[in-house]
């Protein structure tokens, strides 16, 4: 679809994953660090303009702040899903 020039450091990529007869078409767009040219990386996904970072984060946040801020439990929790 395109293209968005964020800053020196950040580039927004669209696009656009088709509909089917099973499925609607979604708008992804794709955040990429773009300080090294060379190695461009993807810091977020944004699907239909859901951050799946700022969702992460949220996540992460609500567990911290039902444990008293023990990151103990946070990295117990994330140990927990990657195991599972």
């Known amino acids: 679809m395109g293209k968005e020039i964020l800053s020196e450091n950040y580039t ?7 509909g089917t007869k099973e499925r609607p078409e979604v708008k992804i767009d794709w955040r990429i660090y773009t300080k090294n040219p060379n190695n461009p990386l993807i810091r977020d996904l944004i699907i239909e303009g859901l951050s799946l970072a700022r969702t992460q984060k949220e ?26």
């Open 12 to 18: 927004i990529v669209n696009s656009l994953l088709k």
């Open 59 to 84: 996540e992460f946040s609500s567990v911290l702040n039902s444990n008293d801020g023990d990151i103990n439990v946070l990295f117990k929790t994330l140990e927990d899903f990657i195991n599972n």
